[in-house]
């Protein structure tokens, strides 16, 4: 194993330790995960993290959106609508693959 696949599996570790935090009925954003993880600018990563996790039954991946609350990936998820069901079984509204009223279901994660 590299050093650089040895950074990456750490820090795709800490990104699921934040997503597992993310309450039933809540979603955060790639964005916010970096922030919490002192990356601000690794969201990419982030999405890959949770592309990575999508085997993972732990990591509520569905709960992780865009920074303005889009579903943008929801084609890594095994359904056409999955992500979205999955979202609208926790109370969460979606409509055209967009959160409605993404505000109030936004959950920030702390900064580790």
Do not use: C
Not at 50 to 62: C, F, G, L, Q, V
């Amino acid at each position: 194993m590299t050093k650089q696949s040895s950074n990456n599996d750490n820090f795709f570790e800490r990104v699921y330790e934040v997503a597992r935090q993310i309450p039933y009925g809540k979603v955060t954003s790639y964005g916010a995960i970096a922030k919490a993880l002192g990356a601000a600018r690794s969201a990419r990563m982030v999405g890959w993290a949770m592309n990575a996790s999508h085997n993972m039954e732990d990591i509520p991946a569905h709960r992780v959106v865009n920074r303005v609350g889009l579903l943008s990936g929801k084609h890594h998820f095994g359904g056409t609508n999955l992500m979205q069901q999955l979202l609208e079984s926790e109370g969460i509204k979606v409509v055209d693959n967009q959160i409605v009223e993404f505000e109030k279901y936004f959950w920030e994660p702390k900064i580790l």
